[in-house]
């Protein structure tokens, strides 16, 4: 099956064409040489076809890039344009409801039965136990739908839509993985029942909630809430597969319905962030709702309420989220002093574990060089 046949390749060092190329590192008088290398190595040796940085410090804005967005054309990588964020979603979904929560409208320790009576039931699952924070959380134990389903049913299926109802009905057919509150699982499952959620209470769809609430506020203006449209606003790089043969899938065009409320929006390394600095530094939720985003347990680890907090080299700790969709995986978050970072690959699945790693160790150099 594709998914084996991906996790256990060992990309050999290529360019775009599939020709050997050495990883050279940025010359030492190039402006933040270690992060140059890192995104050099990503699109050679880790096979990734072109990667992205951009931050935003008190140097302003900087954004570098290497290898291709079109592996036919050979065009570089757009510096600004947009893709696929996968699970940074997630960030913008439980903002969301915690300013739902902020209106009186949710509670983050109410039932889902409260708001969803019935619905969330089934083999010892039970929206009577499970709250809204454990939704957010990911420690609701219920059984992750998109593990279900399958990734490559979604890659060779790109088109097909998906109905949360449906994807939530194939989650209720097994049991939890744990009771709620007691253990911890990533789950888009718990982030899918809090989308419908947000729907019940307002009586609006999720995408209206996310962009009256939060893009129209901060101006996001390069963030799109897509809904079943398979197609990138422009400029956009294309998103890749790699395939047991080693070559490139092209899988640009994507229903993103099947990830919905947990990976379904589209942005770019600009819009992020400016949101998570402004979330952050306190912009977007009142003091006391941030410090609840950003309170974790000894059960959920480093994360919060669609944060995760990641200790930097420098010292300094940022809150943030990775997300993956297919073609694209993404590392995006900010720190307390304003700073914030996006690293970007077109390639997912596809990327070999040290290409993993390098994404990561990319991000923190991009918040931690010339700081």
């Known amino acids: 099956m594709l998914r084996k046949t991906i996790a256990v390749l060992g990309l050999a060092g290529l360019s775009a064409a599939g020709t050997a190329v050495p990883a050279a590192p940025a010359a030492a008088h ?16 880790d096979g990734s076809p072109g990667a992205l940085a951009e931050i935003r410090d008190r140097h302003g804005r900087t954004v570098i890039t290497d290898g291709v967005g079109d592996v036919r054309t050979g065009a570089p990588m757009p510096k600004r344009g947009h893709w696929r964020i996968g699970s940074v979603t997630k960030t913008f979904t439980a903002t969301t409801v915690l300013l739902l929560v902020e209106d009186g409208l949710i509670e983050l320790d109410a039932p889902v039965e409260r708001y969803l009576p019935g619905v969330v039931r089934g083999n010892g699952n039970d929206g009577r136990d499970i709250t809204v924070r454990h939704l957010l959380q990911h420690t609701s134990g219920l059984p992750d739908f998109l593990g279900l389903l399958g990734i490559d049913r979604v890659v060779e299926n790109p088109l097909e839509d998906h109905e949360p109802e449906d994807l939530l009905a194939l989650a209720l057919e097994h049991r939890p993985g744990f009771d709620p509150g007691t253990g911890w699982a990533y789950s888009n499952t718990g982030y899918l029942v809090a989308g419908m959620i947000v729907e019940k209470v307002t009586g609006r769809s999720l995408g209206d909630e996310i962009e009256r609430r939060v893009l129209g506020p901060l101006n996001l203006d390069g963030t799109v809430v897509p809904g079943d449209s398979p197609d990138l606003p422009g400029p956009h790089p294309r998103g890749y597969v790699r395939t047991p043969d080693g070559a490139l899938l092209d899988r640009t065009r994507l229903n993103p319905s099947v990830a919905w409320a947990g990976g379904d929006l589209v942005s770019g390394g600009s819009d992020l962030n400016r949101f998570y600095a402004a979330l952050l530094g306190g912009r977007v939720l009142r003091p006391a709702t941030l410090r609840e985003m ?20 420098c010292g300094a700790p940022v809150w943030g989220h990775a997300g993956d969709m297919i073609g694209f995986s993404t590392v995006t978050g900010a720190t307390r002093d304003g700073r914030s970072a996006t690293v970007m690959v077109n390639l997912k699945p596809g990327l070999s574990d040290a290409g993993e790693q390098r994404v990561k160790d990319a991000f923190d150099a991009a918040l931690c060089e010339d700081a």
């Open 30 to 45: 190039e402006h933040r040489p270690e992060l140059r290398r890192l995104l050099h190595t990503l699109t050679t040796s």
């Open 294 to 313: 950003q309170r974790t347990t000894e059960v959920s680890g480093d994360y919060g309420l669609g944060l995760r907090r990641v200790s930097l080299t």
